[in-house]
């Protein structure tokens, strides 16, 4: 199901240098993935778990050993899953991850096929509406869905920080939209919460941040690793400046009875 041809793009190249061997690939937190567990209702004792978009797995292995159960850990780059196959044996739960190396877009899964699934930081790989129909079918009545998603958190944010967006992911919506998108998508919306400027700053920035200062003197210059480099850099300045306008946003959701 994996599309090789996604790694050759030479932005996603240039991504994946800049996130290797980091802890995390977007903001986040083990606090918060263990908020947005135990906001969910419901759970099965041994409950069928996927983990979409799991990049380096840091929410991966906190689902495994909160939960106790096998988690399949889906991703394209084989280099996420390497990195999370060697910290879950080093802790002990490498029996507990099933990694599969595949494309979102290619997913193929029966109905009812699933009892939790979890999307934290990485659906706008397929887009979020899109996303979300996409998994409908997977979940049988009352099944769960946790989705973490760059939201604008209030109006009248300054240019720039439109510009910026515009050009790296103009289908963010505000908290209202994306609600009314994932009830329309088939879901109860069942709590949603704001990740704190920490899970930014501090849990996914702070690792990065020499990463970049070497990176920033081997790029060449207009190259695509030059690109992501500075829209790094751009990202973390208006974030720091900025953050009260837009944030991720862990949603909960259920598939009514």
């Known amino acids: 199901m994996n599309d090789n041809n996604i790694e050759k793009n030479p932005h996603i190249q240039a991504l994946l240098t800049l996130h290797h061997g980091l802890p995390r690939g977007g903001p986040g937190s083990d606090r918060n993935t263990l908020k947005a567990l135990s906001m969910l209702p419901g759970l099965p004792d041994k409950p069928r778990v996927i983990d979409l978009g799991c990049g380096p797995g840091k929410q991966t292995l906190v689902l495994a050993e909160k939960l106790g159960v096998k988690i399949t850990a889906v991703d394209f780059s084989d280099g996420f899953l390497d990195q999370l196959m060697t910290d879950a044996r080093e802790r002990g739960l490498g029996h507990l991850i099933e990694p599969l190396l595949a494309d979102l877009n290619s997913l193929a899964y029966p109905a ?27 979940l049988g009545r009352g099944g769960l869905l946790a989705v973490s998603e760059c939201t604008w958190l209030k109006p009248g944010a300054p240019r720039e920080v439109l510009d910026f967006w515009e ?35 501090q849990e996914y920035w702070a690792p990065m941040r020499p990463r970049l200062d070497e990176l920033e003197g081997q790029a060449e210059p ?12 751009r990202e973390i300045a208006l974030f720091e400046k900025y953050s009260q306008y837009y944030g991720y946003v862990f949603y909960l959701m259920r598939v009514p009875d």
């Open 167 to 201: 050009a790296n992911y103009p289908a963010m919506m505000d908290l209202a939209s994306t609600v009314n998108t994932a009830q329309g998508a088939g879901y109860d919306v069942l709590d949603h919460f704001i990740l704190e400027d920490e899970d930014w700053l």
């Open 222 to 233: 207009d190259s695509a690793l030059a690109q992501v480099v500075a829209a790094a850099r």
């Open 112 to 138: 009812n096929s699933w009892d939790l699934i979890w999307w934290e930081g990485a659906i706008f790989a397929t887009g979020f509406e899109k996303g979300l129909k996409m998994c409908r079918p997977w």
